[in-house]
């Protein structure tokens, strides 16, 4: 059984899978599935799974600049004052992750709550 965490960090990889994406948009979108299935995640566990991701390989941080052409990976997770000006994206590990079966997925293939889904244990 999935935990509270396990969610969470799903719906970090949904966020980042399709582009890069700073932690503020990380955050919308992880309310806004969160609010759907009512969850809520603070900011700090949000920034903790984003923290876990890269430590598994399955997300990269970037710095993203107009003079960074290509966009400059970072190898370590940036402290809580610099995260605001790092991108994430998922790695193919992780698009292979969050693509595989996952029966905890409160959502059905139209994206709609699943009648038998049950929120995770903490």
Same mark, same amino acid.
């Given at each position: *059984?999935? =935990?509270? #965490?396990? &969610? &969470?960090?799903?719906?970090?990889?949904?966020?980042?899978?399709?582009?890069?994406?700073? %932690?503020?948009?990380?955050?919308?979108?992880?309310?806004? @599935?969160?609010?759907?299935?009512? %969850? =809520?995640?603070?900011?700090?566990?949000?920034?903790?799974? @984003?923290?876990?991701? *890269?430590?598994?390989?399955?997300?990269?941080? #970037?710095?993203? !600049?107009? =003079?960074?052409?290509?966009?400059?990976?970072?190898?370590? #997770?940036?402290?809580?004052?610099?995260?605001?000006?790092?991108?994430?994206?998922? !790695?193919?590990?992780? *698009?292979?992750?969050?693509?595989?079966?996952?029966?905890?997925?409160?959502?059905?293939?139209? =994206?709609? &709550?699943?009648?038998?889904?049950?929120?995770?244990?903490?």
């Amino acid at each position: *059984m999935a =935990t509270r #965490f396990d &969610l &969470l960090s799903r719906f970090v990889l949904d966020a980042i899978c399709d582009d890069y994406e700073n %932690l503020a948009e990380v955050s919308k979108h992880v309310g806004g @599935l969160g609010q759907r299935c009512g %969850l =809520t995640f603070e900011s700090g566990e949000i920034i903790r799974a @984003l923290g876990d991701l *890269m430590d598994r390989g399955l997300a990269r941080g #970037f710095l993203l !600049t107009p =003079t960074s052409k290509p966009p400059k990976k970072v190898d370590r #997770f940036p402290g809580e004052k610099e995260i605001g000006k790092y991108y994430f994206l998922v !790695t193919q590990r992780g *698009m292979d992750l969050q693509l595989a079966p996952y029966d905890e997925w409160p959502f059905d293939d139209e =994206t709609v &709550l699943r009648r038998d889904w049950c929120a995770p244990a903490e």
